[in-house]
């Protein structure tokens, strides 16, 4: 069964340190895997996608089929980057998305 | 991308009665929607996928006659939450499918309360 594991449900870091939001997942087929990111009193936004390989807010995530993961990295967290992230995984060729539990980030001045 | 929109954003009812949630995509023509649950401090979990025109998928353990959802227009889908109980209190989250098939477009949320 498709399932997307992120490991911590809070991270905290100061303002500049590097930041990792690990998410792990499992899927049979060829995973399309996503970030999203929920600003407080902000509705779920999508933040990034593998397929696209882009870096966003100064956020990149690359997906690791041999590890089956797709952490999401920061060099130099900013106190705005404070939010819940959700790591999602598409199944089939619907619209589909599994996410994971979420990661509260932190970021203190 | 998409606007989503959802009403009411706060809704509190007696057990027993029924409450309906609209999730409308103000600017997108959406054939697919999503009807998410999430409880505090939890992640969301897929209710269904409804499909205009036809009758909504549900997720294994969601209760069809309970959560009735229709998706009658390519801008509207409801959500009636029939019979509501307490443990049905919860955040509702509607999104919507994508052009690129690659993103969804969440509404705000609507919060239920059932007393």
């Known amino acids: 069964a498709q399932r997307v594991t992120q490991p911590e449900k809070l991270l905290s870091v100061f303002k500049g340190a590097p930041v990792e939001l690990k998410c792990n997942y499992s899927y049979s087929g060829s995973p399309e895997l996503f970030w999203y990111v929920q600003y407080s009193r902000q509705r779920l936004q999508l933040l990034l996608r593998h397929i696209s390989r882009e870096s966003i807010k100064g956020f990149t995530a690359d997906l690791n089929k041999g590890e089956t993961s797709f952490h999401l990295k920061k060099p130099f967290a900013q106190e705005e980057d404070s939010a819940m992230y959700y790591c999602a995984i598409k199944v089939d060729s619907s619209y589909k998305l599994i996410f994971g539990s979420g990661t509260r980030l932190l970021v203190r001045p | 991308g998409a606007v989503v929109s959802q009403h009411p954003s706060w809704v509190i009812c007696k057990s027993g009665t029924s409450v309906k949630i609209e999730c409308r995509s103000l600017d997108f023509q959406a054939t697919t929607m999503f009807w998410y649950r999430q409880f505090p401090k939890q992640s969301l979990m897929l209710m269904a996928t409804?499909?205009?025109?036809?009758?909504?998928?549900?997720e294994q353990g969601v209760e069809k006659d309970k959560f009735l959802i229709n998706h009658a227009s390519l801008t509207l889908s409801t959500l009636t939450v029939t019979s509501a109980h307490p443990e049905d209190s919860s955040f509702y989250i509607c999104?919507?499918?994508?052009?690129?098939?690659?993103?969804?477009?969440f509404g705000p949320g609507t919060r239920l309360t059932v007393t």
């Open positions: 409804s499909n205009e025109g036809s009758k909504a998928t549900y």
């Open positions: 999104s919507v499918g994508g052009r690129d098939l690659y993103e969804q477009y």
